[in-house]
């Protein structure tokens, strides 16, 4: 029996030849969506990573801060017992002013005993911030005013950016005050003699729905292996420091859905800027929410991103 081969024919070539181009290109496409899928999947591993990381800090912090509540609030009845002693000796050692001296400096003990306490229970009970459009320039008046004599004390200089009169902020007053304070008195701290503080206008943030104010000294800055523990609570590289100053801040700012963020100048010292959020109506790519709650904004502005 015989066989017989036929060789193909030039359209029989041309088609084999297309069918193996359209293999290849097809090959390839699927090579390039797998490699995009494989950089997204690695992008959203990267992402559940952070919110995971993010998750556990909070969780600590909930019951680091839980704890320190319990501890603050048993010292708080003994020291205001303390308190009242001291102040009834005073009064019977009015005659007798080397004993005074001595209870007196009891006193200022239990007076800075209290600012730790107080301060223990104001970042473990960070209250929900209740947001209204304020007027920046309010808030600066009365940080200026407290933070004025120990800066007097110093002789160091307090500055404030004039752009900032026609900065109107969305924020809890009260709460704002205290993260600007603890600031500004951590720069004093860290200037000492003859320093400079400014508060200044960091305009706003790319996204246009925050407030940069910024808070910078001409101190000897913070350590670069530091900057990213600053925030975290009972951190302090001080003697009689409590660390929670920062903690405090970065809870508030965190609970208005705003930010703080350390750095350090070109030319020497800290600078600390915190995104504040601004009121609806300068924020017009913003629509629709009105009468939303504090938490509630604070949790979207946190969602829709960082600057
Ligand atoms: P405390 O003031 O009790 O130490 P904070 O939480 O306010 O607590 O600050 C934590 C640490 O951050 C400080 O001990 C200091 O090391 C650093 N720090 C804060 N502000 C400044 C500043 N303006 N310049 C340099 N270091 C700073």
Not at 86 to 109: A, F, H, K, N
Not at 283 to 298: L, Y
Request: aromatic share 4%.
């Amino acid at each position: 029996m015989t066989t017989a081969t036929t060789a193909p024919s030039t359209s029989e070539t041309q088609d084999l030849g297309s069918i193996i181009r359209s293999y290849h290109e097809v090959t390839e496409r699927l090579k390039q969506s797998h490699e995009m899928l494989s950089l997204e999947v690695f992008r959203l591993r990267e992402q559940l990573d952070e919110k995971n990381r993010e998750l556990a800090r909070r969780e600590r912090l909930a019951a680091l801060g839980e704890m320190a509540a319990g501890v603050a609030h048993e010292i708080r009845n003994p020291l205001a017992g303390i308190e009242l002693y001291v102040s009834l000796l005073e009064s019977d050692l009015t005659d007798q002013p080397e004993q005074l001296e001595l209870v007196r400096r009891i006193g200022s003990g239990v007076h800075n005993l209290e600012g730790i306490v107080n301060d223990t229970l104001s970042f473990a009970h960070g209250a929900e911030p209740t947001l209204l459009p304020v007027p920046f320039w309010e808030i600066v008046d009365r940080v200026v005013a407290q933070a004025q004599p120990r800066a007097d004390a110093v002789s160091a200089q307090i500055e404030v950016d004039d752009r900032l009169r026609a900065v109107v902020l969305f924020c809890d007053a009260s709460q704002i005050e205290r993260a600007l304070l603890n600031l500004v008195f951590n720069a004093i701290e860290a200037v000492g003699r003859d320093g400079h503080v400014r508060i200044a206008d960091g305009g706003r943030t790319a996204d246009k729905r925050h407030a940069r104010i910024v808070v910078e000294d001409d101190g000897l800055g913070v350590a670069a292996d530091q900057l990213d523990k600053v925030f975290t609570p009972f951190f302090t590289t001080k003697d009689t420091g409590t660390g929670l100053g920062l903690a405090i801040v970065h809870r508030i700012l965190e609970a208005h859905g705003g930010w703080i963020k350390a750095g350090n100048r070109k030319d020497g010292g800290a600078v600390f800027t915190m995104a504040v959020p601004l009121p609806v109506d300068s924020t017009p790519d913003r629509q629709g929410h009105a009468g939303e709650s504090a938490r509630a904004k604070a949790t979207r502005l946190t969602e829709e991103g960082k600057d």
